[in-house]
């Protein structure tokens, strides 16, 4: 304890972090400024923290919590799609939370609340143990800040387990890969131009994510640029050759020479009309933009889109375009392209490239292989 003549203060460590509590004695006399601080230390001799709010409401919090990440996205170094996900299971915990007690207070939240809220979010329909994992790693965060802002002393996600849900990666077989590939080839012959189409034989031909291509811009804009933000860019340079993409804090650029052509296909520009006889053109932005909105085309719509198109094609409806991604990566190692070049291409390190052919290697590419044997 350090005597001040006007102020009071100490010193605790929370958490191994050593923070100070300040109160003014409101006094310059001695005599009175020591009686004062007698008070405080009998009053905070016990108290573990005394910077906690122990009566601070999750609704007033969840709201300054949200600020803070808005403030985050608008400095770049959170996506937008965290904060949305960020007020989607917020939102949800909340509704979860107000429905069982009604309105609640941070320190009255429990473990056993963090287990309840568990077991309702599986009983909805929809939700995986992929999407409760996300959601319970949005709160360990949210209680996260909670505790290192001192408005809690203890998280209710302490020992709480996070399952992993299992990752459903369902590579192309040769047959099917060829019947797609086909398929879209005389597609892109056609002088109809179908947008969806024109998407996912760009993913064939460059193994990119439909998350990247969503948000492929026709040039480079003005904050698209540098590594060090969640942001997301991607975009073609001026003369449709290659793509730069800069997804998931990783840069890189791939060619796109072989399919230059198909971009000179796309429309660039809609004619607008306001009023009666006035006209006026505008420009997309996005190379797979919706013309109403002008923002990228809706992810799970597309998603949808890509299922009927294998049911269509009388292919795995299990496949994803996530797939396509991986079907790319066995096509070319199949066909003798060296590891390093692909993983330069898909944005994943050699080993991870490497991993993932040892482990998707069919029957069918194994029997070829050990078959060599007899041609000693």
């Not at 698209?224 to 800069?246: C, E, H, Q, W």
């Not at 000179?264 to 505008?282: A, L, N």
Request: glycine share 4%; no cysteine.
């Amino acid at each position: 304890m350090v005597n001040i003549i006007s102020i009071y203060q100490s010193s605790f460590e929370i958490d191994g972090r050593l923070k100070r509590f300040q109160k003014t004695l409101k006094t310059k006399d001695e005599k009175v400024a020591k009686k004062r601080q007698q008070i405080y230390d009998r009053k905070y001799e016990d108290l573990k923290n005394p910077f906690l709010n122990t009566k601070e409401l999750f609704s007033k919090t969840k709201e300054e919590y949200i600020e803070y990440r808005e403030k985050q996205v608008k400095r770049l170094i959170r996506s937008q799609r965290t904060l949305d996900s960020d007020k989607g299971v917020l939102k949800s915990f909340e509704d979860f939370i107000k429905n069982k007690y009604g309105e609640i207070y941070l320190n009255e939240i429990r473990k056993k609340d963090i287990e309840d809220y568990k077991e309702k979010r599986l009983e909805q329909d929809g939700v995986s143990v992929t999407t409760l994992g996300v959601n319970l790693r949005h709160l360990k965060s949210f209680f996260s800040y909670l505790k290192k802002k001192d408005k809690i002393e203890n998280s209710p996600m302490e020992g709480v387990e996070i399952e992993a849900g299992e990752r459903r990666e369902f590579v192309p077989l040769d047959e099917d890969w060829k019947t797609l590939y086909e398929y879209l080839s005389e597609e892109m012959k056609s002088p109809r131009y179908d947008w969806f189409k024109t998407l996912i034989w760009i993913l064939v031909n460059t193994g990119m994510r439909m998350g990247e291509a969503r948000i492929l811009k026709w040039k480079q804009g003005k904050s698209d640029y540098g590594r060090k933000m969640a942001k997301n860019y991607v975009y073609l340079s001026p003369d449709f050759s290659k793509i730069t993409i800069y997804y998931k804090r990783s840069l890189r650029t791939i060619p796109v020479e072989h399919i230059k052509e198909i971009f000179k296909k796309i429309p660039k520009s809609k004619i607008v009309y306001k009023g009666k006889s006035r006209e006026q053109k505008v420009e997309f932005v996005y190379v797979f933009e919706n013309p109403i909105s002008r923002t990228p085309h809706d992810h799970p719509n597309m998603t949808r889109m890509f299922k009927t198109l294998m049911k269509d094609l009388n292919l795995n409806e299990q496949y994803t375009p996530h797939s396509l991604r991986h079907g790319f990566v066995s096509f070319l190692a199949n066909n003798g392209e060296s590891i390093f070049n692909i993983s330069k291409i898909v944005g994943h390190s050699v080993k991870e490239v490497t991993e993932f052919i040892y482990a998707h290697h069919t029957p069918k590419n194994l029997e070829k292989t050990i078959s060599k044997i007899t041609e000693v």
